[in-house]
Structure formats: C-alpha cells, structure tokens
C-alpha cells in the first residue's frame, strides 16, 4: 500500500512538473518571461521556506548550507536565467523535450568530468536521447527561423547547467535536508533573476510589466504547483517506492508536457516530432534502470 502511494505521488508530481513549460509560456502572454520566472521562483522559494519552518529543520553546519547556496548561483540562477531567455522565443513542446535529456546529460557528465562509470549501456542512451531529440527539434527549429533556433539552444544550455548542478551536489552537499538545501538554492536563484529584470527594466523601460493582483495571484500560484508542490511530493515518494518506478515517474514528465502543451497552448507536434519524443522517452526510462548515485529533480529545479 505505501509503495501504491508513493507512486500516485511521484506520477502526481510528473503532471505537475510537465505542466511547468506549458504554464510559463502562457504566462508569458501577458508578461515578459523574466519577470513570470522570478514571481514564480520566489513564490516556490516562500514555499519550501514554510515547508522548511513546519518540519522544524534544525542547521547544524552553517559552512554547508553556504556551500549549497553558491551552488544555487549554477541552478536554480544561471539555468533559469537561460530558461526565461530562451521560452520567450521557443515553444513549449521543445522546451519540454530539451529539458527531459536532463538525466541523461548528468550520466554524460558524471562520466566525462568524473570517470565515473554509471553502469553498462549509458553512452548509448545518451546518444539514442540525443537522436530522439534531434528528429523532434532539428528540422522544425530551422524551419521556424533563427530566434526559435536561438531559443532552443539557450534552454538546452540551462538544462546543462541543471545537470551539471546535480552533479557538483553530490560533491559538495552531504547529509543536508533536502528542502532546506532547495530553499537557499531558490532564494539564491530568485536574487539572480530578480536582479536581471531590474537590469533588464533599467536598460530597455519598455519592457516594464506593470504588475496587477490577478498576474501575481497566477504567477504565485504557478510557482507553488509546478516548482514547489512536485517537489514535495517526489521527496515522499523517492521514501516509499523502488529506483524504478522514480525512474518511470520521471520519464513520464516530457509526456505530460506534450499533452498539456497540446491541450493548453494549442501547440502540435509533427508525425516525425511526436517518434523523436517517444525514442527519447525509451532512452530515460532505460536509463531509469542504470544505478546512479544521482538524485535527479527535475526543474525544481533543486
């Protein structure tokens, strides 16, 4: 029974993460990308705060949550930084696909910068990712132009970024709470991004969003259910369930996305797309089965 619920839990929390790209682009209708991702990383950062109050996390090593709030200057910083550049001139479908090579990368990573050996058939994976990738992006990236080639390759920058975030984590942050770890690294995310948009306001006024209650209860509310509510769930369920099933809950993120990129924004896929995002998702769900000393979260972006 508690295995059942820790995999409604993950899969919940798949949705929810899935429903990030597709959210953050229609946001961006009504306000500048920038301005929508640091409303709803500060929003998820008050979030675990609260999360981190209620549990009654007791700091015992100060000199390591500082260590883990530089690190949140690669991610959430850097990589949403890039994330906001890059979905206000790409779709979310490709968004979506981009970001779900994550695990993948961090095997590529871990074992180039490393020498680590994450098991047997990794390099593999990673290319058939890359292939499944290239058929759902190449073509039409290039057919729509420049700017949504150009957005392409500032999310998938971001999404290195955020593996390679995983990465240094395993290194440098042992025995911390994971929600207090993910607060600082929002809140030094959330600094970074609010800092850009003030620069950004400065340097070009036009882009000035002006803020009414309704944009910052959506933004808010954006924040809690695809960054922070996810998270939560999938730090229960990682608790109660096997390496697998997480695994499985994680490859399903990029189909959620799809679908509800599909139902919500009205994007569509080409025949030729839709095989390259399922090659991609055999890749992570094979990948799911490697032994890895890596605790993947997904746009948490932890």
Same mark, same amino acid.
């Not at 490709?94 to 871990?110: E, K, N, R």
């Not at 942050?173 to 030094?188: K, P, R």
């Not at 695994?247 to 996305?257: E, L, R």
């Given at each position: 029974?508690? =295995? ?11 949705? &929810? ?42 700091? +015992?090593?100060? *000199? +390591? ?34 970001? *779900?090579?994550?695990?993948? !990368? ?23 990712? /890359? ?11 290039? *057919?729509?132009?420049?700017? +949504? ?14 593996? &390679? ?10 025995? /911390? ?6 607060? $600082? ?12 948009? !003030? ?40 608790? =109660? ?17 799809? $679908? ?7 994007? +569509?896929?080409?025949?030729? =797309? ?10 992570? $769900? ?8 890596? =605790? ?7």
């Amino acid at each position: 029974m508690k =295995q059942h619920r820790g995999f409604v839990a993950i899969m919940v929390a798949a949705v &929810l993460w899935g429903a990030g790209w597709p959210v953050l682009k229609l946001l961006t209708k009504s306000a500048p990308a920038l301005e929508v991702m640091f409303g709803e990383l500060a929003a998820a950062s008050v979030f675990a705060g609260v999360v981190t109050a209620v549990r009654h996390v007791k700091v +015992r090593d100060w *000199s +390591r949550v500082r260590i883990a709030a530089a690190i949140g200057i690669v991610e959430p910083g850097v990589a949403y930084l890039l994330f906001a550049l890059g979905i206000a001139q790409t779709t979310a479908s490709s968004a979506t696909i981009i970001d *779900s090579l994550q695990p993948l !990368v961090i095997l590529l990573i871990a074992a180039l910068a490393f020498g680590e050996r994450s098991g047997p058939g990794a390099l593999p994976l990673v290319v058939l990712g /890359l292939c499944g990738t290239g058929l759902s992006l190449g073509l039409n990236s290039i *057919s729509l132009g420049d700017a +949504r080639l150009a957005g392409d390759t500032l999310v998938g920058l971001g999404m290195i970024m955020a593996a &390679l975030h995983a990465v240094i984590m395993k290194r440098a942050v042992v025995e /911390l709470d994971a929600v207090l770890v993910t607060t $600082v690294q929002h809140v030094t995310g959330a600094c970074i991004l609010g800092s850009a948009a !003030v620069l950004l306001i400065w340097a070009h006024p036009a882009t000035f969003w002006t803020v009414n209650a309704r944009d910052i209860v959506l933004i808010a509310g954006a924040g809690v259910l695809t960054m922070g509510m996810p998270f939560l769930l999938y730090i229960t369920a990682v608790r =109660q369930i096997s390496g697998g099933l997480a695994g499985i809950g994680i490859a399903f993120i990029p189909i959620s996305g799809l $679908v509800l990129s599909a139902l919500f924004v009205g994007e +569509r896929l080409a025949p030729i =797309q839709v095989a390259g995002a399922v090659v991609t998702v055999i890749a992570l $769900v094979a990948a799911a089965r490697i032994e890895t000393n890596y =605790q993947y979260v997904p746009r948490s972006l932890a």
